[in-house]
């Protein structure tokens, strides 16, 4: 069940969460095992293991089921919102191993002292979790009520201040944190809000104990992965070692010659750009990427060939982000159109870099959630990425006519 794939393409591929093979209980059970009883020392064994979490900031989950024990009436949220465009992962997670996620639920309940277990995640895939209850029912579980929540199909639905915001009968917005929501949550209660493949991983740990978890992956970020790979010859979700080198993630998997990458998203549309030739030496871990000032975030790994444009990809992802501000704070209502504005006018060969640079910095930090960092990031780094594109498009050239994009296929 464990066993890394060994020869050919699928080499750094790791079967874990995706290891049943199929969706219904049965298979579950025979491939982990069922879920032992949970206690509070279930934190201990998350510390030990050193997961960490998989929604996108990577902080260490011991550290915020420890924050959430021991509060009044806690509540624990699945957060399957996954509003990254590029991201794939949790969807493909909650329909092919739905059980996973909801032993992780739970299992984090027990661990926190919770009864009150919530699933966040859009429509489509709430119906593998609806199926997999019904089992669970039948063959007599005996655990927490679940409730399941459809997310608003927005890039924001899935910050944690929107998700207690729509838990909590609002409409689902980020919302200045002063208070965190480990003690101030939905209805007012402790909320713990983890990621669905963190949950999933939670719940391989409380079976088989941390060592066994840090068999797989990289010191500093053990275990394993999922990630959505897009722009190479195969797309789709794959499940890798944590710290799997991005060459062989992009031939192994991908099927795409290091050499024909112009460049590579790393975590997602709030990620980073590495150029092609940054890729020798480049890991899917916060160290392995942290000499480009980059992380790998949600897992979203997004391929752009030579002959694409990189300057036209940032510039719809810019005005996509742009519309997505939820304009509550100036900042970023203001700020992020003119950072969109600003980038389409370099892909008209007309922008200035050194402007562009200038807003991005304005807009840092000034917002009451990630969404302006997350955005100036993505500026800041294709303006470095893409310099030589920038200079070219203001002599009227460019890499490409029109950006093509492969089609997806799951593992
Ligand atoms: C703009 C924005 C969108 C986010 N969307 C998601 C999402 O769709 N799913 C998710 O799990 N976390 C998302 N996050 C991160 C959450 O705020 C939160 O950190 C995460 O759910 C915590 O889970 P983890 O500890 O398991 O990583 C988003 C953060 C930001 C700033
Ligand atoms: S920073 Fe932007 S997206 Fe975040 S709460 Fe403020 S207006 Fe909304």
Request: aromatic share 0%.
């Given at each position: 069940m464990t066993g890394v794939e060994s020869g050919g393409r699928r080499a750094v591929a790791v079967r874990r969460l995706l290891a049943a093979p199929t969706v219904d209980l049965a298979a579950h059970e025979a491939t982990h095992g069922r879920l032992p009883i949970v206690t509070r020392k279930l934190i201990d064994a998350v510390a030990a293991s050193g997961l960490r979490g998989r929604g996108g900031a990577g902080f260490p989950v011991a550290r915020k089921l420890a924050a959430v024990a021991g509060g009044r009436r806690p509540i624990v949220v699945a957060n399957g919102a996954e509003g990254e465009p590029d991201s794939r992962k949790d969807a493909v997670l909650l329909t092919r191993a739905p059980h996973l996620v909801l032993d992780g639920l739970v299992a984090a309940a027990a661990a926190v002292g919770s009864r009150d277990c919530r699933v966040y995640a859009s429509e489509a895939v709430l119906e593998p979790l609806r199926r997999a209850l019904v089992e669970r029912r039948m063959v007599g579980y005996r655990e927490p009520a679940i409730e399941l929540t459809a997310a608003a199909e927005t890039f924001l639905a899935g910050e944690k201040s929107a998700v207690v915001n729509r838990l909590s009968g609002r409409a689902a917005l980020p919302a200045d944190q002063v208070v965190s929501t480990s003690r101030l949550?939905?209805?007012?209660r402790p909320t713990l809000v983890h990621n669905v493949e963190t949950l999933a991983q939670l719940a391989l740990i409380a079976r088989h104990g941390p060592s066994w978890f840090r068999s797989v992956g990289a010191g500093d970020e053990p275990g394993t992965m999922l990630i959505s790979l897009s722009g190479t010859r195969i797309a789709g979700v794959f499940e890798v070692?944590?710290?799997?080198e991005l060459p062989e993630v992009v031939a192994g998997l991908g099927g795409t010659d290091p050499a024909r990458v112009r460049a590579v998203l790393v975590g997602g549309w709030h990620g980073t750009w590495i150029s092609g030739?940054?890729?020798?030496?480049?890991?899917?871990?916060a160290q392995g990427l942290r000499h480009l000032r980059a992380a790998p975030g949600a897992g979203v790994v997004r391929v752009l060939p030579h002959g694409e444009c990189g300057l036209g990809v940032t510039a719809e992802i810019t005005a996509y982000l742009a519309a997505q501000s939820?304009?509550?704070c100036g900042p970023c209502r203001h700020g992020l159109p003119t950072l969109a504005t600003r980038f389409g006018q370099l892909v008209d060969g007309v922008g200035d870099p050194a402007e562009l640079a200038r807003v991005a910095r304005l807009v840092e930090g000034r917002g009451a959630c990630h969404h302006p960092d997350g955005t100036a990031r993505l500026v800041r780094s294709a303006l470095e990425v893409f310099a030589d594109e920038v200079a070219r498009h203001r002599h009227g050239h460019c890499v490409a006519a029109a950006p093509a994009r492969t089609g997806d296929c799951d593992e």
């Open positions: 949550g939905v209805g007012g070692a944590a710290g799997a030739s940054a890729l020798p030496g480049a890991a899917l871990s939820a304009g509550q």
